[in-house]
Each structure stands twice: as structure tokens, then as C-alpha cells.
């Protein structure tokens, strides 16, 4: 497979092309322009390797050289961001200049306020002309400007929703693209009193394989979110969701018990979780996941600074026939249950009493026999996502002995496959 160019590369590409700031001459026929011999198919491989470049010289080629334009700008125009980006009304520019430069946009970032900045045009006009998108990102702080996304026309598989407030439009949006595999939303109202609005339709979202949600701090954190927006058990294989309540966090695993394959939740510990909810795949309790192979759990206490670890809550019932496919699991602590796991006490002295974090490895190789690799990390940050993480690892060897733990890398997304 060829490998992405390099800065180097884009400059002998560029110098190959004799791009600058010149007007246009058409070389002789005779001439040795190898780039421009190339079967239309090649040029297209060779643009492809472009896609997402903002660099000066490739926006100056759809310009000077006729021959090229049609891959320069399939290039220059694959990704495209409107309304937050300082080439927002650059864009806005080109694309009113020349409408048929948005069915070349596959990838769009939306910030939507009161309209498009420098756009003249009504906003349902402009996203008519964005024929051929395959992923969509909107940030609005006007939850009615979401409504507008049911006019654009193509079939999206991406969609991520973004703004400050929860829009009342999300159902009819969602049914306006029935291709979406990826749906993520993620809302930080400024009011407390305001709510999702619930995505129950069976009609919508056929294919939807992924769901992300985020929810934020400054809701009430007896406020059950996930059953406010989402209720009803859509095709999801992989669910992700920030700040999930106790509560809530039983029924989504309920609801996506049957199709889920990985699982990436940020649990709020409250008063309302057990003792028993201190280790993390106890969200696996009296349910079957046939089908799910990696799960990953990070808590956030807030300001309790009571860790429950007791040994006796480690096993679950029947763990066999529970996740009988799964292999690995992951979970990020903060550092006072990094204490209790390793038998710190709580005065800080360096004198383990009970290294729980042994025996939790132990008790959940012996009861999960697909379970390859156990990962345990400090979560240093409480909100922000990290995509690797140095933690303590335990393995499955081959001759089925239990090692660990070593003191490595966790890239989470590799462990999740």
C-alpha cells in the first residue's frame, strides 16, 4: 500500500508541477511531465494521498494547471469546515463562487450560530449543494438550527451533533438519514431544568453501529440521562458514554445486551452503587453479552473518598455463560482506588495490607476463561479522553497460566481491536 507523501515528497511534487505565482502556460505536448502521463486512474491514487492537505501551493495548482484541476480539487475540498475554522469564510467564498465545489466534500465541520458567516444565501440553499457527504460534525449553540440537517441530501454515515443545548429535532434529523453506522452527541446545557429529547423511533437508524454520549458535570448528578435520550435497542456493537449514572448505566447495558461487542463507559460512583459496584465488571451482573469481547470502565467518585474493595464482591454469578467471547478488560481509576487496589492504607504510609488488585486479576482469569489480558490504570484526567495510558497489565500465558501484573503501555485502542 503506498504510504501517505512526506513534506519532501509534496515539495518535489510541487517543484515537478512548476507551481507559482506565474500565470498559466500549457506545456508542449513533447514535454517530459511524467505526473501528467499518468493514467487518469494513478493521478486519482496519487490526490487521494492529499486528501486533508491545506497547503498553499496544492490550493494555488487548482489555478495554474488545467490538467490537474479536477484531482487538485477532489483533494482540496475533500474536508471542509464552515462558520469555527479561520478558513471559514474562505470556504463559504469558494463555495459560493462555485456551488459544484461541495459535491466534492465528503468530510464537513459545521459551526452554526445564526447562519453561515459571509454566506448571503438562506442555510438550507447552501447544505442542498452538499450532495456527496459521507461524515458530518455540527456545533450549535441554538438547538433549532439542527433542524436545518434534515435538508441536507446526502447519506451520511457519520454524524456527530455538538451544542449547549439539547435540540427537540434530533428524531426527525436522524430519520432524514437512514445510512448513519456512527452517531455521537454530546450536549452541555447551560440550564439544569433542560433534557434530552428521547430517540425511540424503531423506524430510524437501521444501521447504526456506534453510539457515543456525553454528558457533563454541571447536570444534577441524580439526573438519569441515558434513558432520557436513547430507548430503544438499535443494532449498537459499540457504546461509549461519559458520565453515566448507576442507574442508567443498568439499563443501557440492557438495552444493547444482545449486539453489544465493546463497551467504553465513564461511571459516576454515587450513593446509589453497592459495595459490590466497585469493580468494574460487575456492570456485567445478571445479564448474558454473548457477544461482547472488550470492556473498559473508568470511575469518577467526585469528592467521596470512601473505596469499597472487598474480596468476597469480586466473582459474579454464572461469569462463565455471561460474556462468553470476552477477552479483554480495562479500567481506569482514580489514585485513592489505586491505593485500596494495591492495600495502601488511607494514611498514606507505604505498608500494604491486601494487594487487591492480585486477587481481582486472579478471581476474573478463573472465571472467564476467554479473558486474555486484564489492564489497570490511574486516570489522571476526569473527563478528557486519552487514547493510551501506562497501567499495570495481567496476561493469560499460553499454557494458560495467569502473569502479570508488568508495568507497560495501554493503548486502548489496539486492546479493543
Known sequence: MLEKPSERQHIGLAASLYVSETPHVEPPANQDSHLLRLPSELLSMVFGYLVGEKKAWLSRLTTVCKSLLSEAESALYHEMCLGISPDASNNMRRITEKPSRAA???????????????????????????????????????????????????????????????????????????????????????????????????????????????????????????????????????????????????????????????????????????VECFWPTHVLAEKRFPRLQHLRISDLYGHSPVRHGRTETIALPGSRDTAPVLRSVVWGADQPTMNTLRGLPDTGAEVPIENFMDCYARVLFESIPTLKRLGIYHRAERYREIEEAVGEVYMQAENGCLTGPTHEMINFEQWRG
Open 104 to 274: 466534492l466534500v465528503r468530510k464537513l465541520v459545521l459551526g452554526l450560530y445564526c447562519g453561515l458567516p459571509g454566506s448571503g444565501d438562506p442555510l438550507k440553499a447552501v447544505l442542498l449543494l452538499f450532495t456527496n457527504l459521507h461524515w458530518l460534525r455540527i456545533f450549535s449553540t441554538n438547538p433549532g438550527m439542527f433542524e436545518h440537517l434534515v435538508h441536507i441530501p446526502s447519506r451520511l454515515r457519520v454524524l456527530e451533533l455538538t451544542g449547549s443545548d439539547y435540540t427537540p429535532h434530533i428524531e426527525g434529523v436522524l430519520a432524514a438519514h437512514p445510512d448513519v453506522e456512527h452517531l455521537a452527541i454530546v450536549f452541555a446545557p447551560n440550564r439544569q431544568d433542560d433534557h434530552p429529547h428521547p430517540i425511540s423511533r424503531p423506524d430510524i437508524l437501521p444501521k447504526l453501529k456506534s453510539l457515543v454520549l456525553k454528558f457533563y458535570p454541571q447536570m444534577p448528578p441524580e439526573k438519569d440521562l441515558f434513558m432520557a435520550s436513547v430507548r430503544y435497542p438499535y443494532p449498537v456493537s459499540h457504546l461509549s458514554v461519559t458520565l453515566i449514572s448507576h442507574d442508567d448505566l443498568i439499563y443501557a447495558m440492557d438495552l444493547f445486551a444482545e449486539t453489544l461487542v465493546t463497551v467504553n463507559l465513564v461511571r459516576k460512583m454515587d450513593a446509589r452503587c453497592a
